[in-house]
């Protein structure tokens, strides 16, 4: 019988198969709705990572203290630096519009360090009020971040999230060393 396949054939092959793909996805349950995104980023417990952070890093470590619960941590990390200078905390976390904030701080050179946090982005005009302190602004092709310099310690916070809610974010922020 070989050689005497036909179109028809074929075309019923495809048939059933797309009968059976079609069955599939039907009862396959699956769900697409915002809160089915919402829940895709799964959220993480950095209390530990902090604690290791505060014990090991030469500087005071911040982070959030007070933040509606609406506000979600994604990513921790803390990378110590082999001489003692350049180690880096990281904190990324969800605001309650589901865009991007991060806490970054290094004992670093503050130039690199805010470049590669930020993406790249540039000082932009004017400071930006969080407290009774005054942080500078950036502003990148992706990010925007505000930049506050201090002794022996850069903070960066960053991402997509607008300067307001970046600014709540850094308004939420205790140093603490362990």
Not at 10 to 37: C, K, N, R, T, W
Not at 48 to 56: D, G, K, P, S
Not at 124 to 142: E, H, I, L, P, T
């Amino acid at each position: 019988m070989r050689g005497r396949q036909t179109v028809r054939d074929m075309v019923l092959s495809l048939a059933v198969i797309g009968i059976l793909v079609g069955a599939i996805y039907i009862f396959i349950p699956h769900d697409e709705s915002a809160d089915a995104a919402r829940s895709a980023v799964k959220r993480v417990d950095y209390r530990v990572e902090l604690i290791t952070a505060r014990r090991t890093a030469p500087y005071a470590v911040a982070a959030p203290e007070g933040l509606p619960k609406t506000w979600r941590a994604t990513s921790v990390s803390y990378k110590a630096s082999d001489d003692g200078k350049g180690g880096a905390w990281h904190l990324g976390m969800l605001d309650p519009e589901q865009e991007y904030a991060a806490v970054e701080q290094s004992d670093g050179l503050p130039r690199k360090f805010i470049k590669d946090v930020t993406l790249g982005a540039a000082k932009a005009a004017g400071k930006q009020a969080v407290g009774s302190k005054k942080w500078d602004r950036y502003q990148g092709d992706k990010y925007r971040a505000l930049v506050r310099e201090e002794s022996g310690v850069t903070t960066v916070v960053t991402g997509t999230a607008p300067y307001g809610r970046l600014a709540d974010l850094a308004a939420a922020l205790v140093a603490k060393k362990g």
